[in-house]
Protein backbone atom coordinates (compact mmCIF):
# COMPACT_ATOMS: atom_id res chain seq x y z
CA UNK A 1 0.00 0.00 0.00
CA UNK A 2 1.20 3.50 -0.92
CA UNK A 3 2.06 5.90 1.67
CA UNK A 4 2.78 9.32 1.99
CA UNK A 5 4.58 11.34 4.49
CA UNK A 6 6.54 14.03 5.34
CA UNK A 7 9.45 12.39 6.84
CA UNK A 8 10.69 9.36 7.04
CA UNK A 9 12.81 8.64 9.72
CA UNK A 10 15.52 5.91 8.98
CA UNK A 11 16.71 3.81 12.83
CA UNK A 12 15.16 3.34 16.18
CA UNK A 13 17.75 3.81 18.29
CA UNK A 14 17.86 6.66 21.25
CA UNK A 15 18.54 8.91 18.58
CA UNK A 16 16.05 7.88 15.97
CA UNK A 17 13.17 7.92 19.03
CA UNK A 18 13.89 11.31 19.97
CA UNK A 19 13.84 13.25 16.76
CA UNK A 20 10.51 10.96 15.78
CA UNK A 21 9.29 12.03 19.43
CA UNK A 22 9.77 15.66 18.77
CA UNK A 23 8.46 15.23 15.35
CA UNK A 24 5.33 14.19 17.08
CA UNK A 25 4.99 17.15 19.47
CA UNK A 26 5.42 19.35 16.48
CA UNK A 27 2.26 17.83 14.59
CA UNK A 28 4.66 16.79 11.34
CA UNK A 29 3.76 13.47 9.72
CA UNK A 30 6.31 10.79 9.54
CA UNK A 31 7.36 6.95 9.32
CA UNK A 32 9.92 5.58 11.08
CA UNK A 33 11.54 2.53 9.74
CA UNK A 34 13.90 -0.01 11.49
CA UNK A 35 14.14 -3.81 11.59
CA UNK A 36 13.87 -4.02 15.86
CA UNK A 37 17.25 -5.55 16.59
CA UNK A 38 17.75 -6.38 20.27
CA UNK A 39 21.82 -5.53 19.86
CA UNK A 40 21.62 -1.84 18.90
CA UNK A 41 24.05 0.50 20.74
CA UNK A 42 21.55 2.16 22.57
CA UNK A 43 19.84 -0.67 24.21
CA UNK A 44 23.52 -2.12 25.52
CA UNK A 45 24.47 1.33 26.93
CA UNK A 46 23.51 2.05 30.53
CA UNK A 47 21.39 4.94 29.89
CA UNK A 48 23.08 7.16 32.96
CA UNK A 49 23.33 10.77 32.39
CA UNK A 50 26.51 11.67 34.36
CA UNK A 51 27.88 15.39 34.66
CA UNK A 52 31.37 14.60 35.49
CA UNK A 53 33.06 11.86 33.76
CA UNK A 54 36.18 9.95 32.59
CA UNK A 55 39.67 9.71 34.91
CA UNK A 56 40.22 13.25 34.41
CA UNK A 57 36.56 14.29 36.07
CA UNK A 58 35.70 16.06 33.22
CA UNK A 59 32.45 18.26 33.32
CA UNK A 60 30.29 17.00 30.67
CA UNK A 61 29.82 19.22 27.64
CA UNK A 62 26.88 21.22 28.35
CA UNK A 63 25.52 19.60 30.74
CA UNK A 64 23.83 22.35 31.80
CA UNK A 65 21.67 22.22 29.12
CA UNK A 66 21.46 18.67 28.47
CA UNK A 67 20.22 17.58 32.06
CA UNK A 68 17.21 19.73 32.56
CA UNK A 69 15.81 19.36 28.87
CA UNK A 70 16.27 15.26 29.17
CA UNK A 71 15.05 14.84 32.53
CA UNK A 72 11.56 17.13 31.07
CA UNK A 73 11.81 15.29 28.45
CA UNK A 74 11.42 11.47 29.45
CA UNK A 75 9.47 12.36 31.75
CA UNK A 76 7.04 13.70 29.30
CA UNK A 77 7.52 10.71 27.01
CA UNK A 78 6.85 8.59 30.07
CA UNK A 79 3.50 10.05 30.72
CA UNK A 80 2.77 9.25 27.08
CA UNK A 81 3.47 6.10 27.12
CA UNK A 82 2.48 5.61 30.93
CA UNK A 83 6.04 4.13 31.52
CA UNK A 84 8.75 4.81 34.02
CA UNK A 85 11.54 6.08 32.26
CA UNK A 86 13.72 8.03 34.37
CA UNK A 87 15.29 7.74 37.69
CA UNK A 88 16.94 10.73 39.42
CA UNK A 89 20.10 9.13 41.16
CA UNK A 90 23.48 10.01 41.94
CA UNK A 91 27.03 8.35 40.85
CA UNK A 92 28.76 7.43 43.90
CA UNK A 93 32.40 7.12 42.36
CA UNK A 94 34.51 5.46 44.65
CA UNK A 95 38.67 5.73 44.25
CA UNK A 96 40.58 2.74 42.70
CA UNK A 97 44.18 3.51 43.87
CA UNK A 98 46.11 6.71 45.41
CA UNK A 99 46.86 8.11 42.45
CA UNK A 100 42.51 8.79 41.54
CA UNK A 101 42.91 11.07 45.39
CA UNK A 102 45.77 13.02 43.96
CA UNK A 103 43.69 13.70 40.68
CA UNK A 104 40.50 14.61 42.67
CA UNK A 105 42.41 16.99 44.89
CA UNK A 106 43.90 18.86 42.14
CA UNK A 107 40.72 18.84 40.16
CA UNK A 108 38.95 20.61 43.31
CA UNK A 109 41.37 23.12 43.84
CA UNK A 110 41.37 24.07 40.17
CA UNK A 111 37.96 23.93 38.61
CA UNK A 112 35.41 26.49 39.77
CA UNK A 113 32.64 24.38 38.71
CA UNK A 114 33.75 21.09 40.93
CA UNK A 115 31.12 22.20 43.72
CA UNK A 116 28.26 22.18 41.24
CA UNK A 117 28.29 18.36 40.91
CA UNK A 118 30.89 17.40 43.37
CA UNK A 119 29.40 15.97 46.78
CA UNK A 120 31.21 13.83 49.48
CA UNK A 121 30.57 10.34 49.56
CA UNK A 122 26.83 9.90 49.97
CA UNK A 123 26.42 6.72 49.94
CA UNK A 124 29.24 4.08 51.56
CA UNK A 125 27.72 0.90 50.32
CA UNK A 126 29.49 -1.77 52.16
CA UNK A 127 29.28 -3.94 49.63
CA UNK A 128 31.66 -2.11 47.40
CA UNK A 129 35.34 -3.13 48.52
CA UNK A 130 36.04 0.99 49.21
CA UNK A 131 39.06 1.01 51.41
CA UNK A 132 40.48 4.56 50.48
CA UNK A 133 37.08 6.97 50.02
CA UNK A 134 34.79 8.22 47.36
CA UNK A 135 33.00 11.55 46.46
CA UNK A 136 29.09 11.39 44.78
CA UNK A 137 28.51 13.02 41.54
CA UNK A 138 25.07 14.83 41.76
CA UNK A 139 22.18 14.91 39.72
CA UNK A 140 22.73 12.40 37.32
CA UNK A 141 19.83 9.89 35.65
CA UNK A 142 19.09 6.40 34.55
CA UNK A 143 17.20 6.39 31.80
CA UNK A 144 15.37 2.97 31.17
CA UNK A 145 16.62 3.32 27.19
CA UNK A 146 14.62 -0.84 26.12
CA UNK A 147 11.56 0.34 27.79
CA UNK A 148 11.51 3.92 25.96
CA UNK A 149 12.26 2.81 22.69
CA UNK A 150 9.67 -0.50 22.94
CA UNK A 151 6.76 1.16 24.11
CA UNK A 152 7.44 3.95 21.46
CA UNK A 153 7.54 1.53 18.96
CA UNK A 154 4.68 -0.31 19.90
CA UNK A 155 2.97 3.11 20.11
CA UNK A 156 4.08 4.01 16.35
CA UNK A 157 2.93 1.07 15.26
CA UNK A 158 -0.75 1.57 16.91
CA UNK A 159 -0.96 4.32 14.33
CA UNK A 160 0.59 2.79 11.57
CA UNK A 161 3.60 4.84 11.46
CA UNK A 162 6.27 2.12 11.68
CA UNK A 163 7.89 -0.39 9.30
CA UNK A 164 10.06 -3.09 10.75
CA UNK A 165 12.39 -3.81 8.05
CA UNK A 166 15.98 -3.18 7.44
CA UNK A 167 16.36 -0.04 5.72
CA UNK A 168 17.78 -0.49 2.18
CA UNK A 169 19.74 2.29 0.73
CA UNK A 170 20.06 1.12 -2.92
CA UNK A 171 15.85 1.15 -2.69
CA UNK A 172 15.88 5.01 -1.98
CA UNK A 173 14.87 7.34 -5.00
CA UNK A 174 15.17 10.90 -5.54
CA UNK A 175 11.50 12.30 -7.29
CA UNK A 176 11.12 15.87 -7.78
CA UNK A 177 9.68 17.21 -4.62
CA UNK A 178 11.15 14.56 -2.34
CA UNK A 179 12.09 10.31 -2.40
CA UNK A 180 10.58 7.69 -3.46
CA UNK A 181 10.93 4.80 -0.80
CA UNK A 182 9.61 1.32 -2.39
CA UNK A 183 5.74 2.13 -1.21
CA UNK A 184 6.51 5.48 0.93
CA UNK A 185 7.14 8.73 -0.54
CA UNK A 186 8.44 11.34 1.74
CA UNK A 187 9.37 15.16 1.72
CA UNK A 188 12.55 14.43 3.28
CA UNK A 189 14.33 11.60 5.11
CA UNK A 190 16.53 11.24 8.74
CA UNK A 191 19.06 8.97 8.97
CA UNK A 192 19.48 8.14 12.65
CA UNK A 193 20.96 4.89 11.97
CA UNK A 194 24.05 4.74 14.69
CA UNK A 195 27.22 2.54 13.09
CA UNK A 196 24.58 1.23 10.37
CA UNK A 197 26.12 4.72 8.97
CA UNK A 198 28.84 2.62 7.40
CA UNK A 199 26.47 1.51 4.42
CA UNK A 200 24.80 5.23 3.67
CA UNK A 201 26.61 5.98 0.46
CA UNK A 202 25.47 10.10 1.09
CA UNK A 203 26.94 10.23 4.56
CA UNK A 204 29.03 7.18 5.47
CA UNK A 205 32.62 9.75 4.71
CA UNK A 206 31.90 11.88 7.71
CA UNK A 207 34.34 12.23 10.23
CA UNK A 208 33.42 8.94 12.28
CA UNK A 209 35.13 6.35 14.24
CA UNK A 210 33.36 2.91 15.30
CA UNK A 211 33.92 2.34 18.92
CA UNK A 212 32.68 -1.73 20.64
CA UNK A 213 31.84 -1.58 23.78
CA UNK A 214 30.74 -4.69 25.61
CA UNK A 215 28.78 -4.96 29.19
CA UNK A 216 27.47 -7.46 31.23
CA UNK A 217 23.39 -7.63 32.84
CA UNK A 218 24.19 -9.41 36.31
CA UNK A 219 21.73 -10.04 39.52
CA UNK A 220 23.26 -8.85 42.30
CA UNK A 221 21.37 -9.52 46.00
CA UNK A 222 21.74 -6.88 48.82
CA UNK A 223 23.10 -3.47 47.29
CA UNK A 224 21.31 0.17 48.56
CA UNK A 225 18.90 0.29 45.49
CA UNK A 226 18.46 2.83 42.67
CA UNK A 227 21.79 4.28 43.53
CA UNK A 228 24.78 4.06 40.67
CA UNK A 229 28.16 3.20 41.90
CA UNK A 230 31.49 3.56 40.10
CA UNK A 231 34.84 1.51 40.83
CA UNK A 232 36.34 0.52 37.96
CA UNK A 233 33.11 -0.65 36.18
CA UNK A 234 29.72 1.31 36.65
CA UNK A 235 26.65 -1.03 38.18
CA UNK A 236 23.55 0.30 37.18
CA UNK A 237 20.28 -0.61 38.83
CA UNK A 238 17.65 -2.04 36.45
CA UNK A 239 14.92 -3.41 38.73
CA UNK A 240 14.55 -6.96 40.63
CA UNK A 241 18.33 -7.07 41.51
CA UNK A 242 19.65 -6.73 37.97
CA UNK A 243 22.55 -4.13 37.36
CA UNK A 244 24.12 -2.84 34.14
CA UNK A 245 28.24 -3.79 34.53
CA UNK A 246 29.62 -1.57 31.68
CA UNK A 247 31.53 -1.33 29.72
CA UNK A 248 34.38 -1.46 27.56
CA UNK A 249 35.91 0.26 24.77
CA UNK A 250 37.20 -1.05 21.80
CA UNK A 251 38.37 1.35 18.49
CA UNK A 252 40.38 -1.58 16.67
CA UNK A 253 37.97 -5.19 16.71
CA UNK A 254 36.91 -7.99 14.44
CA UNK A 255 33.11 -8.52 14.58
CA UNK A 256 30.17 -6.76 16.74
CA UNK A 257 29.63 -9.89 18.60
CA UNK A 258 30.75 -10.66 22.39
CA UNK A 259 33.74 -11.62 23.19
CA UNK A 260 35.00 -13.85 26.22
CA UNK A 261 38.11 -12.09 26.90
CA UNK A 262 35.86 -8.67 27.46
CA UNK A 263 33.72 -10.60 29.73
CA UNK A 264 36.48 -11.79 31.70
CA UNK A 265 37.98 -8.05 31.90
CA UNK A 266 34.29 -6.85 33.23
CA UNK A 267 34.17 -10.06 35.76
CA UNK A 268 37.51 -9.43 36.95
CA UNK A 269 36.98 -5.56 37.43
CA UNK A 270 33.28 -6.68 38.88
CA UNK A 271 34.91 -9.45 41.25
CA UNK A 272 37.65 -6.62 42.61
CA UNK A 273 35.09 -4.02 43.10
CA UNK A 274 32.01 -6.05 45.07
CA UNK A 275 32.41 -8.21 47.88
CA UNK A 276 28.94 -9.90 46.99
CA UNK A 277 28.38 -13.29 44.58
CA UNK A 278 26.55 -12.08 41.62
CA UNK A 279 25.13 -13.95 38.61
CA UNK A 280 25.88 -13.07 35.14
CA UNK A 281 22.26 -13.12 32.94
CA UNK A 282 23.49 -11.40 30.01
CA UNK A 283 27.07 -10.52 27.86
CA UNK A 284 26.00 -7.88 25.49
CA UNK A 285 28.10 -5.88 22.43
CA UNK A 286 27.30 -3.35 20.19
CA UNK A 287 29.31 -0.89 18.02
CA UNK A 288 28.71 2.96 18.76
CA UNK A 289 29.51 5.91 16.23
CA UNK A 290 32.07 7.92 18.08
CA UNK A 291 33.23 11.24 16.39
CA UNK A 292 36.72 12.68 17.82
CA UNK A 293 35.85 15.78 19.14
CA UNK A 294 32.64 13.29 21.20
CA UNK A 295 30.23 15.84 19.42
CA UNK A 296 27.15 15.26 16.97
CA UNK A 297 27.42 15.09 13.59
CA UNK A 298 23.75 16.74 12.35
CA UNK A 299 22.54 18.32 9.53
CA UNK A 300 21.34 18.62 5.73
CA UNK A 301 23.13 17.03 3.33
CA UNK A 302 24.79 19.61 0.98
CA UNK A 303 24.01 18.13 -2.46
CA UNK A 304 20.49 16.20 -1.73
CA UNK A 305 18.70 19.06 0.22
CA UNK A 306 15.97 16.27 0.99
CA UNK A 307 18.85 14.09 3.28
CA UNK A 308 19.30 14.79 6.86
CA UNK A 309 21.69 13.42 9.17
CA UNK A 310 21.20 12.75 12.97
CA UNK A 311 24.37 10.99 14.43
CA UNK A 312 27.76 10.81 16.00
CA UNK A 313 26.18 10.35 20.01
CA UNK A 314 28.92 7.85 21.00
CA UNK A 315 28.56 7.16 24.53
CA UNK A 316 26.43 10.15 25.17
CA UNK A 317 22.99 9.03 23.29
CA UNK A 318 20.69 9.18 26.00
CA UNK A 319 22.24 12.83 27.33
CA UNK A 320 22.55 14.90 24.14
CA UNK A 321 19.71 13.06 21.64
CA UNK A 322 16.65 14.96 23.46
CA UNK A 323 18.75 18.41 23.50
CA UNK A 324 19.59 18.03 19.83
CA UNK A 325 16.88 16.22 18.23
CA UNK A 326 14.78 19.15 19.24
CA UNK A 327 16.88 21.46 18.41
CA UNK A 328 17.00 19.44 14.80
CA UNK A 329 13.18 19.25 14.63
CA UNK A 330 13.30 23.53 15.01
CA UNK A 331 15.73 23.97 11.78
CA UNK A 332 13.71 21.59 9.69
CA UNK A 333 10.82 24.25 10.08
CA UNK A 334 12.98 27.15 9.95
CA UNK A 335 12.41 28.10 13.24
CA UNK A 336 16.35 27.98 13.94
CA UNK A 337 19.50 27.22 12.64
CA UNK A 338 21.49 24.28 13.83
CA UNK A 339 24.65 25.14 16.23
CA UNK A 340 27.77 24.96 14.69
CA UNK A 341 29.19 22.76 16.84
CA UNK A 342 26.93 20.21 15.59
CA UNK A 343 25.96 21.10 12.13
CA UNK A 344 27.61 19.16 9.15
CA UNK A 345 27.94 22.29 7.24
CA UNK A 346 30.59 23.39 9.82
CA UNK A 347 32.33 20.04 10.24
CA UNK A 348 32.59 17.97 6.99
CA UNK A 349 36.22 17.59 6.51
Given at each position: ???????????????????????????????MIDPALP???????????????????????????????????????????????????????????????????????????????????????????????????????????????????????????????????????????????????????????????????????????????????????????????????????????????????????????????????????????????????????????????????????????????????????????????????????????????????????
Amino acid sequence: MNQSTQFLVVGQGIGGTMVSYFLHQAGLDFVMIDPALPSNASRVAGGIINPVTGKKLARTWRIDDLHPFALQTYQALGTLLNKDLVLETHVNRYFSNPEDVVKFGEQAETQDWFNNYILPLQVNEPAINNTLGGFTISPALKIYGSVLMDSWRDYLKSTGQFIEEIFEHSQLQFVNDGIQYKDVKAQQVIFCEGWGVRHNPWFKDLPFNAAKGEALVVKIEGLIPNEVFLKGVFLVPLGDDLYYVGSTNEWVFDNDLPSEHKRAELERKLSKALNLPYEVVAHKAAVRPAVKDRRPLIGQHPEHKHLWLFNGLGTKGYSLSPFFAHQLVEALQGKRALDDEVSITHRRP
